[in-house]
């Protein structure tokens, strides 16, 4: 099994892909030529102060992910990207964004730390971009962000283009998690992640067009909720259809089992300015579609992946707001 690659594994064994987004408080996304080693902040180009930075972040296990992006500008460029993207709170579409355009990339976490303390740094831009979608193409960590990831931004970077979309930037990141999805990507500021993603697919996603149901394949899950809620909000996607993408959304797992085989999950979303809906769900372990999968190309062991399903959707509230004069 060591010579399979673990994204052919998972399509052979037909693994459905939804509840695999991971949830962050804060993405810090930091412009660096590559190449890039499987210890990404380890890389040549990264400064001592930003390496000891992203240690002391990940040891005080706080709610943030560093990322490496690059484009095929980024060897050319004169300046460092720095994109800060932090969780809106409450019903919310996802993630708010802070750019800053810095002049050495030793510069990147004298700002992420006056970011952290609370301050908000003055080097902060304002572009015409209002998308950033980060595709894996981390190699050295999983050979299937190479395989599959590089080709997949090569043509991606063509379909934007094609589609005239300018307010649409492309990056290439480094391991965002799930490898075995590979080609896999984060579409922010949302914060959904995708899957096994081919250009077709991506169409639909980038310009919201077609059908939907082609994104059952695909869709790994909205960053913002927690993993088995992620199962509820994609069944109201695909019947609401594309408008869903333009509501603000709120959930929580109200009640779990001992076992978690069983909970009670509730999503709140708003639609439009004036309308407000509250969904309850039972969410069950799914037997059928737990799995037993090769986690990465590195290993030859398999691991149980949990599969959830929604046993019960009800409405508990509805809320139309009429606006005083």
């Given at each position: 099994?060591?010579?399979?690659?673990?994204?052919?594994?998972?399509?052979?064994?037909?693994?459905?892909?939804?509840?695999?987004?991971?949830?962050?408080?804060?993405?810090?996304?930091?412009?660096?030529?590559?190449?890039?080693?499987?210890?990404?902040?380890?890389?040549?180009?990264?400064?001592?102060?930003?390496?000891?930075?992203?240690?002391?972040v990940?040891?005080?296990?706080?709610?943030?992910?560093?990322?490496l992006?690059?484009?095929?500008?980024?060897?050319?460029?004169?300046?460092?990207?720095?994109?800060?993207?932090?969780?809106?709170?409450?019903?919310?579409?996802?993630?708010?964004?802070?750019?800053?355009?810095?002049?050495?990339i030793?510069?990147?976490?004298?700002?992420?730390?006056q970011?952290?303390?609370?301050?908000?740094?003055?080097?902060?831009?304002?572009?015409?971009?209002?998308?950033?979608?980060?595709?894996?193409?981390?190699?050295s960590?999983?050979?299937?962000?190479?395989?599959?990831?590089?080709?997949?931004?090569?043509?991606?970077?063509?379909?934007?283009?094609?589609?005239?979309?300018?307010?649409?930037?492309?990056?290439?990141?480094?391991?965002?998690?799930?490898?075995?999805?590979?080609?896999?990507?984060?579409?922010?500021?949302?914060?959904?992640?995708?899957?096994?993603?081919?250009?077709?697919?991506?169409?639909?996603?980038?310009?919201?067009t077609?059908?939907?149901?082609?994104?059952?394949?695909?869709?790994?899950?909205?960053?913002?909720?927690?993993?088995?809620?992620?199962?509820?909000?994609?069944?109201?996607?695909?019947?609401?259809?594309?408008?869903?993408?333009?509501?603000?959304?709120?959930?929580?797992?109200?009640?779990?089992s001992?076992?978690?085989?069983?909970?009670?999950?509730?999503?709140?979303?708003?639609?439009?300015?004036?309308?407000?809906?509250?969904?309850?769900?039972?969410?069950?372990?799914?037997?059928?579609?737990?799995?037993?999968?090769?986690?990465?190309?590195?290993?030859?062991?398999t691991?149980?992946?949990?599969?959830?399903?929604?046993?019960?959707?009800?409405?508990?509230?509805?809320?139309?707001?009429?606006?005083?004069?």
């Amino acid at each position: 099994m060591s010579n399979i690659f673990c994204s052919d594994y998972t399509r052979k064994v037909e693994e459905d892909i939804i509840g695999s987004a991971t949830d962050y408080q804060t993405y810090v996304l930091v412009e660096c030529p590559q190449p890039w080693l499987k210890d990404a902040f380890s890389s040549r180009w990264v400064p001592n102060n930003l390496q000891m930075l992203v240690e002391e972040v990940y040891k005080a296990k706080l709610p943030i992910r560093f990322l490496l992006i690059a484009n095929d500008l980024t060897h050319k460029a004169d300046h460092t990207t720095l994109l800060i993207y932090q969780k809106q709170e409450g019903l919310s579409h996802g993630y708010l964004k802070h750019e800053f355009k810095l002049t050495h990339i030793e510069q990147v976490a004298g700002v992420v730390k006056q970011w952290l303390w609370g301050k908000r740094p003055e080097s902060n831009i304002e572009t015409n971009i209002t998308r950033d979608i980060l595709v894996c193409t981390h190699g050295s960590y999983d050979k299937c962000c190479a395989r599959y990831g590089n080709s997949f931004y090569f043509y991606a970077n063509a379909t934007i283009a094609n589609s005239q979309l300018e307010n649409v930037r492309i990056w290439q990141s480094t391991h965002i998690g799930g490898h075995r999805f590979a080609p896999t990507a984060i579409d922010l500021p949302e914060g959904r992640y995708y899957g096994l993603l081919d250009q077709d697919s991506f169409l639909s996603i980038l310009t919201r067009t077609g059908d939907i149901q082609s994104l059952r394949k695909v869709y790994r899950g909205w960053g913002i909720l927690p993993p088995v809620i992620q199962v509820l909000e994609r069944d109201l996607m695909l019947s609401h259809g594309w408008s869903w993408f333009n509501y603000r959304v709120a959930a929580k797992i109200l009640e779990q089992s001992l076992d978690n085989n069983t909970m009670l999950g509730e999503l709140i979303f708003e639609q439009g300015s004036s309308s407000v809906y509250t969904y309850r769900a039972k969410l069950i372990k799914d037997i059928d579609r737990t799995i037993n999968v090769k986690s990465s190309c590195s290993t030859n062991q398999t691991t149980t992946i949990v599969k959830y399903a929604v046993a019960d959707i009800w409405l508990v509230t509805e809320n139309v707001l009429t606006l005083s004069k």
